[in-house]
């Protein structure tokens, strides 16, 4: 739970998201470091252990060249017409304000700063943003 200035104790969904290893993604899979290495992460503001996740290395730097190589080759994006990306843009602002207080707590944990400011500026900014541009593919050149 949350006050104005910062968390007490995580929501049981941040507590769930955070309280397992979190893999990488590559490819569009969820993949733990091949290492089998676990990097700590800890709160700035209480010096505590955040999460863990995986330690990627040089193991993982070729596949994930190769998957970003083969999603920028396939011209998914690039392909899609105006109206599809910014609908798409639309959307993920729509998730970012569902998820508004699960997301605000994951920062406010991750870097110390007041949860009022992470909610109310950086992760609602997040979603302003994603809406201003939604709306630009649609503008002449798109």
């Known amino acids: 739970m949350s006050t104005g200035y910062g968390i007490q104790s995580p929501s049981t969904a941040v507590a769930n998201f955070i309280g397992k290893p979190l893999p990488m993604l590559i490819g569009g899979n969820w993949v733990p470091a091949a290492s089998g290495k676990i990097l700590e992460v ?11 996740v995986a330690a990627g290395g040089r193991q993982e730097v070729d596949p994930a060249v190769r998957a970003a190589r083969a999603a920028f080759d396939t ?12 609908k798409i843009l639309w959307r993920i602002a729509d998730l970012i304000e569902a998820h508004l207080d699960e997301l605000s707590e994951l920062e406010s944990l991750n870097n110390g700063m007041p949860f009022r400011d992470a909610k109310f500026f950086h992760i609602a900014q997040s979603a302003r943003c994603f809406r201003y541009f939604a709306g630009w593919p649609g503008k002449i050149l798109g």
């Open 42 to 52: 800890f709160n700035p503001a209480s010096g505590s252990v955040l999460a863990r």
């Open 75 to 86: 011209n998914l994006w690039g392909g899609l017409g105006a109206d599809a990306r910014g």
